[in-house]
């Protein structure tokens, strides 16, 4: 017998549970054996498995995607968003994109740059408000914060004053589970909000947030790069490891939009 059923539960017996981890290190097997024969082509081809958060997806990845296939014609992108692939390995993928740092052995990590955050607000809300210059200007404001879906909890903004990094937990008018939502509702007036530069690059860009509170701006985490030690020899991986580390040069072309658009 492989199960043990009762009216409420169906478990593996020790028998089954044998048969369940054999039948897993053959699929380990056969796929390192698959990675075995792709990394014997030198030119990538077939699908790379990439994951990465939606913001990052949506806002850096997606719009090189179209770049990085004109060199590998011959390359599949399987482009997956959200923080449910969480298991690098058991779900197949190639390559995830985190912010912050993995500690599991049989990954290989790359850091690829600072994740930065700053303070936004659209020069509609700051013409009808004011401009508040201290952390504590902001109880006269409307503000816009982040929650995490992973845990529910909402944002505590970092800031720097006196030389030490203090933690502000606004009053919040909206709150909001996706980067993206935040800047859109900073865009429309609002209120003041904390989001990543690479997601309120764009908006600035066009004119539609301005950065405010430069105390407010620190660099948080890094955005880093993983894959399986499988992986390692994959031509696909190796590629696509090179293009994120062109797309990811010392000053990111958002921290610099952020910058131009401070001085």
Same mark, same amino acid.
């Given at each position: 017998m492989l199960f043990t059923r009762t009216t409420r539960s169906l478990v593996l017996t020790p028998e089954g549970r044998d048969l369940y981890e054999r039948a897993l290190r053959?699929?380990?097997? @056969? $796929?390192?054996i698959d990675q075995a024969a792709v990394a014997s082509r030198a030119e990538p081809s077939g699908v790379l498995k990439v994951t990465a958060p939606l913001p990052?997806?949506?806002?850096?990845l997606a719009p090189a995607l179209p770049r990085f296939r004109e060199q590998y014609p011959n390359l599949a992108i399987d482009l997956r968003l959200g923080d449910q692939y969480s298991d690098i390995i058991g779900q197949g993928i190639d390559v995830a994109v985190r @912010?912050?740092?993995l500690a599991d052995s049989r990954?290989? #990590?790359?850091?690829?740059?600072?994740? &930065?955050?700053? %303070?936004? %607000? #659209?020069?509609?809300y700051l013409q009808r408000k004011?401009?508040?210059?201290? %952390?504590?200007?902001?109880?006269?404001h409307e503000c816009v914060n982040f929650r995490y879906q992973s845990t529910g909890q909402s944002l505590r903004w970092p800031y720097e004053a006196d030389n030490k990094q203090l933690e502000l937990a606004p009053d919040s008018a909206f709150t909001v589970d996706v980067s993206?939502? *935040?800047a859109a509702v900073l865009a429309a007036g609002g209120g003041i909000g904390i989001t990543p530069h690479y997601v309120a690059a764009p908006y600035v860009? +066009?004119?539609?947030? *301005?950065?405010?509170?430069?105390?407010?701006? @620190? $660099? &948080?985490?890094v955005i880093t790069a993983l894959w399986p030690e499988s992986r390692r020899g994959s031509p696909n991986v190796k590629a696509f490891i090179a293009f994120l580390i062109e797309l990811?040069? #010392?000053?990111?072309?958002?921290? $610099?939009?952020? +910058? +131009? %658009?401070?001085?």
């Open positions: 053959i699929l380990r097997e @056969v $796929e390192d990052i997806g949506l806002n850096i @912010v912050g740092n990954l290989v #990590s790359r850091p690829l740059g600072p994740h &930065r955050i700053g %303070a936004f %607000a #659209s020069p509609h004011g401009i508040p210059v201290t %952390a504590e200007d902001l109880a006269g993206d939502a *935040v860009r +066009r004119g539609e947030l *301005v950065p405010i509170l430069p105390q407010f701006t @620190v $660099e &948080r985490f990811f040069p #010392s000053t990111p072309p958002w921290d $610099e939009v952020i +910058r +131009r %658009a401070t001085n």
